[in-house]
């Protein structure tokens, strides 16, 4: 076992884990391209892939603020990933699209994010993974 997450309760072993894949799927992407994006770029790519969310939506439906949102929009838009346009009959909203390149980069990071799940099967075992992945997409009632 690593000795790191010997003394954590659930939460903060979860919390460990999820940030240890994040960095690596992080660090993969970034040693891999020439398009640095951060996991909150990802983020809310995911949200927008094969989608034409608005903005106000999908700054409903991530974990960061609404100004940073709009922040991290506007590099998306700039490093020519996602495009803005205007919503048929609504002035106010705006609608997301991601770009040819925006979902290159976002299904080839799918690949890595693959890579590193089948990494994971091999060293904890595919049937350990398996019921991991059943346990988190269980209704846990909270």
């Given at each position: 076992m690593d000795s790191k997450f010997q003394n954590l309760d659930f939460i903060d072993s979860l919390s460990e884990r999820h940030q240890q894949l994040r960095k690596i799927t992080e660090q993969l992407w970034n040693d891999s391209s020439e398009i640095y994006l951060s996991n909150s770029e990802w983020f809310i790519m995911a949200r927008i892939y094969r989608q034409n969310p608005t903005i106000a939506y999908v700054s409903k439906n991530v974990d960061i603020s609404r100004q940073a949102t709009h922040k991290f929009?506007?590099?998306?838009?700039k490093k020519g990933l996602l495009?803005?346009?205007?919503?048929e009959h609504n002035k106010k909203d705006k609608c997301l699209r991601l770009t040819k390149l925006g979902e290159e980069c976002y299904e080839k990071n799918e690949a890595l994010k693959a890579n590193i799940e089948k990494q994971?099967?091999?060293?904890?075992?595919?049937?350990?993974?398996?019921?991991?992945?059943?346990?988190?997409?269980m209704d846990w009632g909270l």
């Open positions: 929009i506007k590099q998306l838009e495009e803005i346009s205007n919503v994971l099967a091999d060293k904890i075992g595919s049937e350990n993974l398996t019921v991991l992945k059943k346990i988190l997409k």
